[in-house]
C-alpha cells in the first residue's frame, strides 16, 4: 500500500511537465471553466479582482470599500462605522495571531490576497519592504501624520516613514487568578514556576513564537535577540520537558478572546491591551493581577502599512489618516488598550477617565526593562521551537 | 489500491456488475456511439487540472527547500532532506496523537452507531425509521464549527451541565473536560457520527429480514444470529462507514483545535502551520505526503485485519454450525422431554427480547440527545444580551440585530450561499455524466478512473487545501489567468472536487440498479437520444441527482479548511469568518445567524420533501434521497 503515492512523485517531478499540463490542461478545461464568471457575475464585488485595480496614482477618488488585516480586537468597531459614515467606504476585517501568518498570507497570494491595509510589527518591515509586499505611502494624503508624537516616527525599520506609520505600541506581561495563586507574582521567572505548580495544566501562551521562547530568556537574563545555539537548545529542552505539559492552550487573545473573563486559565501570558479587555469583561476583575514582569520583556510596536497591490489605495491612506486623528486616536486607546503614540495621548487619556491607566502607559523607568525583537537566525529557530513544544504539550 | 475503492460508497462491486451493451451480439450496430468515456471526460479533465496538477505541485514542492525568511520554496537543488526532516521533528508525536483520536473516534462511532442504526433499521416500524433517519441529519445542517462551538458551551466549567453533575456529587469541583484529549474525542465522534450511520443504515436497511428469521429457526439464539448473520452481512457498511469516520479524521485539525485547546494539536495542524505561519513549503508538503502514506497504510492495515478476521469467522462457522444442528433438533422431537426446559426457556428469552428491546430504545434516544444537544444551546445561546459568545448574560436579541445588520456578517453567508450554489451545479453536472458514463458506458477506462475518484475521496482536506492555494495562485499571476484570483472562483473549484466524486458514486449507483430496457423501450418506441434521455433516463435518475446536489451544498456550505486556504479576502465564507473569530472573540450573533440558517435550511428542507413526495416519491424514497442514501 506504501506503492501507489511514489509513482506520483518521480512521474511529475519536472516543472515543465507540470507546466505544459497546467497549459494543456486550462485550454481543455476551458469549456468547464465557462460557467464560473458565470457564477462569479453573481458576487457582489467579485469582479473587481486584485490585479487588475492599479496603484492610486494621481486620482484621489475614495474606493468604495477596504479590507483590513490586522490583528484580532485590536480596533474600536465604532472606529470603522464612523469611517464609513464619515468618509463612504465600507470596511471589512480579518485578524491574525503572528506576524508570520500574515506574511506567509501575502507571500503565498503574490499580490492577489486583497487586503489594503496590514499592520506588521516593526522588525518585520524591512524583509517585508525588500519582498516588494508594502506600498509606499503617500505623505501628502497623511496631513495627520503631524499629530504623531516624533519618539515613534523615524525608527530603524522604516527610517523616513515611507512604508509604515505607528498604529500603538505595547508590552508582553502576564495575568494570573488570585484566588487560585494566593502568592504575589512578579517575574517571568515567577510565571515558568507557577506554570508548574499552582497553575499546572491550566497555563496559557502566545500563540507567538517569539514570545513563547522570550519567557524563557527574560526569565533567565539572556538576551531574547540571541542567536546562540546553545541559549536556543537550553529554552527548547526547559520549555518542552517543564512548561508544554502545562500549557492549556496556545492563545494569543486570552482577555479579548473571551477565555480569561470565563475563568478558562489560571495563569496566562498576555498582551497588556488584551490583558485589559479581558478585565474590563470580567464579572470580578480584582480576581484577576496583571503583571509587567522583571527583569526584562518585550516591547513592540505595530504599523499601519498598505500592501504592494492594495485594490483600495486611497480609502487606505484616507483611513490611517482618520486614525491619526487626536480624537479619533483617543477613542481606539479607550477600546484597545495600547498607546497609540500620538503626541498628549496620555494626558487625554487622563482626562478622559479611561479605565486601567496603568495597564496602557508606562514609566520611563519600566520602559526601560523592554526590548525591541530583530529578526535574525534565530527567528526559524524559534518557529520550530514553537511546534516542538506544541506536539510536546498535546502529548 | 482497489480496497478503499470497493469500500467508500455503497456502489456495486466492479465496473463488469453491469453487462455492457455494446457488446451484446443483438441488434447489430443500430446505435452509434461516441467513445464510451466521452461523458466522464469533463469530470476526468476537471479531476486532472484541479486534482492531479495541484496534487503533483505538492509532491515536487516537498523535494525542495526554504531558502530564506522570506522565500516560501526552492527547488533548485532536489532532495529528500524534508522527509527526513519530518520524520525527525514533532511530526512523529503529533501524528501519533492523531493516530490515536481517529482509531478511538472510529471505534465510538462504531460502537455507538451500531446499536442505534440498528434499532433504526430492524426495530422501527416502517414509517417512523425515515424520520427517525431524517431527524439524525438534522443537526447536520447547522455549521460544522458552531456544532463544535456549541460542544464548549456544554462543557463549559461554569455550564449547566457541570452545575448538575457538581450537584448530584459526580464531580469534584467543575467539569474540567473543555482543552483536554476528551473534549476532543467528544468533538469528533460528534461531528462524523452521521458518517457511520448513513453507511450502516444502507447495509441494515437491505438485510433481509427473512435471513435472521431463518437463523433463529435454525436454533440460532440472539447473540449468533447477530454474530453470524447479521454483522457479517452488515461488514460493507461498517468498512465503509470505518472509512469515511477515519481518513477525514485523520486530517481535520478544526475539531481538535476548538475543543482542545493545546491538547488538540493534530497533525492537519502540523502541515497547515507550516503553510500558513512557518511559510516553509517544502517541509509541509513533505508532511502532507507522508500523511496520505500513512493514511493510506493504516487504511490498508485495517483492512488486512478485517479480512484475516473475517476469514477466522468463516473457518470457525464452518466447524461450529456442523454438531450444533443435531444438538438443537433433539428436543424438537420430544421424544425425551427435558424437564420443563422448553418454556422456561421461551419464557426466558422473551425476557430478554424484552430487555434488549428497551435497552436499544434507551440507547436510541440517548444518542438523539447527544446529537441535539448542542443544537439547543447554540439556539439559547443566540439570545445572549452579552458581549461575548460563551458568558452568558441575560435575554435579548443584539444577536440578532447584529446578525442581520453586520454587513461582514451578511456578505460572508451570501458569499457561502454563492459557493454552495455553485460548487452543487459544478458537482452535479460533471458528477452525473461520469456516473452515468460509468454505469452505462463502462470500459477499460473505468478502473483508473473510478480510482481517481476514491483518491479525491480518501485525500484529506487539508492536502487538497496545501495543493490548491499555490496552483491557484500560480495560474492567476504566473500565467495570468485572472479568473482564478476570483474568490468565489476558487471556492467552487476547491470544493467540487470532493462534492464531484460523491455525486459520481450516488449516480453511478442509482443507474447501476436501474434497468436498461426501459430506455431500450423508449428506443424501440421510436423516441430520439434527446427525448430519451430527458422521458426516460432523467426522470429515474433524479433522486441520485438531487441528492448529489443536497450534499455538494451542505459540504461546500460546511467547508472550513479548504475555503481558509483557498478564499480571497472580499470573498470570506462564513465557516472561514467564524474560524477566524473563534481565535480573536465569538460574538453572539454568530449564534443568531446559525440559528437563522437552521431554520432555513429546515424550511427548505421540508418543502424538498413535500415536493419529491409531490412528484410520486414514497415516504422511503424521499427520506433516502435527502440523506443522501438513495
Known amino acids: ?348 487619556a487622563v482626562a478622559a477617565k479611561t479605565e486601567y491607566l496603568d495597564m496602557i502607559f508606562y514609566t520611563p523607568a519600566q520602559v526601560a526593562t523592554m526590548k525591541t525583537g530583530v529578526i535574525n537566525e534565530a527567528t526559524q529557530t524559534k518557529v520550530n521551537i514553537m511546534n516542538t513544544v506544541k506536539a510536546a504539550a498535546a502529548a | 489500491m482497489s480496497r478503499p475503492e470497493t469500500g467508500v460508497l455503497p456502489a456495486p462491486e466492479g465496473p463488469t456488475t453491469t453487462a455492457p451493451p455494446a457488446t451484446a451480439p443483438s441488434g447489430g450496430t443500430r446505435r452509434r456511439r461516441a467513445p464510451k468515456f466521452i461523458l466522464a471526460a469533463p469530470a476526468g479533465l476537471w479531476f486532472a487540472l484541479f486534482f492531479i496538477a495541484p496534487v503533483a505541485l505538492v509532491a515536487w514542492y516537498s523535494l525542495g527547500f526554504k531558502p530564506g525568511l522570506f522565500g516560501f520554496h526552492d527547488n533548485s537543488i532536489l532532495s529528500l532532506d524534508r522527509y527526513r526532516e519530518v520524520i525527525d521533528g514533532p511530526f512523529l508525536e503529533t501524528f501519533k496523537n492523531t493516530l490515536f483520536i481517529a482509531v478511538t473516534g472510529t471505534v465510538l462511532c462504531l460502537v455507538i452507531a451500531l446499536p442505534f442504526t440498528y434499532f433504526l433499521a430492524v426495530k422501527a416500524g416502517p414509517r417512523s425509521r425515515n424520520i427517525l433517519l431524517a431527524l439524525v441529519m438534522v443537526p447536520f445542517w447547522t455549521n460544522f464549527l458552531v456544532r463544535t462551538l456549541g460542544w464548549r458551551l456544554i462543557l463549559a466549567p461554569d455550564g449547566n451541565l457541570s452545575g448538575l453533575l457538581q450537584q448530584l456529587h459526580l464531580t469534584g469541583g467543575p467539569l474540567d473536560v473543555l482543552d483536554t484529549r476528551l473534549a476532543v474525542q467528544i468533538g469528533v465522534v460528534y461531528n462524523y457520527l452521521p458518517l457511520m450511520i448513513l453507511p450502516l443504515w444502507v447495509a441494515l436497511d437491505r438485510l433481509d429480514p427473512a435471513l435472521r428469521e431463518a437463523s433463529k429457526d435454525l436454533g440460532a439464539n440472539r447473540l449468533r444470529t447477530m454474530l453470524q448473520v447479521t454483522l457479517p452481512l452488515a461488514m460493507p457498511g461498517i468498512a465503509t462507514g470505518a472509512l469515511l469516520v477515519f481518513v477525514p479524521l485523520m486530517g481535520d485539525y478544526i475539531t481538535a483545535s476548538v475543543l482542545g485547546g493545546a491538547k488538540g494539536n493534530m497533525v492537519g495542524l502540523l502541515v497547515a502551520s507550516q503553510f500558513q505561519e512557518a511559510s516553509n513549503w517544502a517541509l509541509g508538503s513533505a508532511a502532507a505526503m507522508l500523511l496520505i502514506v500513512a493514511i493510506l497504510a493504516s487504511t490498508a492495515i485495517a483492512a488486512a485485519v478485517a479480512l484475516v478476521i473475517r476469514w ?71 439570545f445572549n444580551r452579552g458581549r461575548l459568545f460563551a458568558s452568558w448574560d441575560g435575554f435579548g436579541l443584539n444577536g440578532y440585530q447584529d446578525a442581520l445588520s453586520l454587513p461582514q456578517v451578511r456578505s460572508a453567508v451570501i458569499v457561502s450561499l454563492q459557493a454552495g450554489v455553485g460548487t452543487a451545479v459544478v458537482a452535479t453536472v460533471l458528477g452525473t455524466c461520469a456516473g452515468i458514463a460509468l454505469a452505462r458506458r463502462s470500459g477499460r477506462w473505468s478502473t483508473p478512473f473510478t480510482v481517481l475518484l476514491a483518491l479525491v475521496l480518501v485525500t484529506p482536506e487539508i492536502m487538497l487545501a496545501i495543493s490548491e492555494l499555490p496552483w491557484f495562485v500560480s495560474l492567476g499571476t504566473d500565467h495570468n489567468l485572472s479568473v482564478f484570483n476570483n474568490g468565489l472562483v476558487r471556492l467552487v473549484i476547491a470544493h467540487s472536487l470532493f462534492a464531484t466524486a460523491v455525486v459520481t458514486f450516488i449516480v453511478r449507483a442509482r443507474m447501476s440498479g436501474l434497468d436498461e430496457s426501459l430506455e431500450e423501450a423508449a428506443a424501440d418506441l421510436y423516441a430520439p437520444p434527446s427525448r430519451r434521455f430527458y422521458q426516460v433516463t432523467l426522470p429515474l435518475m433524479m433522486p441520485a441527482i438531487i441528492a448529489g446536489a443536497m450534499l455538494s451544498f451542505t459540504f461546500s456550505l460546511d467547508d472550513t479548511i479548504l475555503s481558509t486556504f483557498v478564499s480571497v479576502q472580499g470573498n470570506t465564507p462564513w465557516p472561514v469568518y467564524i474560524f477566524s473569530s473563534v481565535r480573536s472573540g465569538l460574538r453572539p450573533f454568530i449564534a443568531s445567524m446559525s440559528t437563522i440558517m437552521l431554520l432555513l435550511t429546515l424550511v427548505v428542507l421540508g418543502t424538498t420533501a413535500l415536493v419529491l413526495r409531490r412528484g410520486g416519491g414514497s415516504g422511503s424514497d424521499v427520506a433516502q434521497t435527502m440523506t443522501g442514501t438513495g
Open chain 2, 312 to 382: 477466522l469467522l468463516r473457518r470457525r462457522r464452518v466447524v461450529t454450525l456442523v454438531p450444533a444442528r443435531p444438538f438443537q433438533s433433539a428436543p424438537a422431537g420430544r421424544a425425551v422431554p427435558p424437564v420443563s426446559s422448553p418454556a422456561g426457556h421461551e419464557r426466558r428469552t422473551r425476557v430478554i427480547g424484552r430487555i434488549l428491546d428497551v435497552g436499544l430504545r434507551v440507547w436510541a434516544v440517548a444518542v438523539y440527545v447527544f446529537l441535539y444537544a448542542p443544537i439547543a444551546y447554540i439556539v439559547v445561546y443566540s
Open chain 1, 1 to 348: 500500500m506504501t506503492n501507489p503515492p511514489e509513482p506520483v512523485v518521480r512521474a511529475l517531478a519536472p516543472t515543465a511537465v507540470t507546466k505544459a499540463f497546467g497549459r494543456r490542461g486550462f485550454l481543455a478545461g476551458l469549456g468547464g471553466a465557462v460557467a464560473l464568471p458565470l457564477l462569479a457575475a453573481c458576487g457582489s464585488s467579485s469582479s473587481s479582482t486584485a490585479n487588475a485595480a492599479p496603484s492610486g496614482g494621481g486620482s484621489t477618488q475614495l474606493e468604495s470599500t477596504l479590507s483590513i488585516y490586522t490583528w484580532g480586537a485590536y480596533d474600536d468597531p465604532k472606529t470603522f462605522t464612523n469611517y464609513t459614515a464619515a468618509l463612504g467606504p465600507a470596511v471589512t476585517i480579518d485578524s491574525y495571531s503572528s506576524n508570520q501568518e500574515m506574511i506567509a498570507k501575502l507571500v503565498a497570494a503574490k499580490g492577489t490576497s486583497g487586503y489594503d491595509i496590514v499592520v506588521p510589527t516593526g522588525p518585520y518591515i524591512p524583509e517585508m519592504i525588500s519582498n516588494k509586499l508594502l506600498m509606499t505611502l503617500d505623505h501628502s494624503k497623511l496631513p495627520n501624520l503631524t499629530n504623531v508624537d516624533p519618539q515613534f516616527l523615524a525608527k530603524d525599520w522604516d527610517p523616513q516613514n515611507q512604508y509604515s506609520v505607528c498604529k500603538d505600541w505595547g508590552t508582553t506581561g502576564f495575568v494570573y487568578d488570585t484566588t487560585k495563586i494566593t502568592r504575589s507574582l512578579t517575574s517571568w521567572a515567577d510565571f515558568l514556576d507557577a506554570a508548574q505548580n499552582e497553575a499546572a495544566g491550566q497555563t496559557a501562551v502566545l500563540d507567538v513564537p517569539e514570545d513563547l521562547v522570550g519567557m524563557y530568556f527574560w526569565a533567565n537574563g539572556i538576551d531574547w535577540n540571541t542567536t546562540s545555539q546553545t541559549d536556543l537548545d537550553a529554552a527548547q529542552s526547559f520549555l518542552t520537558s517543564k512548561i508544554a505539559k502545562n500549557i492549556k492552550a496556545f492563545d494569543s487573545y486570552p482577555g479579548s478572546g473571551g477565555a480569561m473573563p470565563k475563568g478558562t486559565y489560571t495563569l496566562m501570558q498576555a498582551w497588556n491591551g488584551d490583558a485589559r479587555q479581558g478585565l474590563q469583561a470580567a464579572k470580578n476583575p480584582s480576581q484577576y493581577k496583571w503583571v509587567l514582569p522583571t527583569p526584562a520583556t518585550e516591547l513592540w510596536m505595530d504599523n499601519w502599512s498598505i500592501t504592494a497591490n492594495a485594490p483600495h489605495p486611497n480609502a487606505a491612506h484616507a483611513f490611517i489618516n482618520y486614525v491619526l486623528d487626536t480624537k479619533n486616536s483617543l477613542r481606539e486607546v479607550e477600546f484597545m488598550g495600547y498607546n497609540s503614540g500620538i503626541k498628549n495621548i496620555e494626558p487625554l
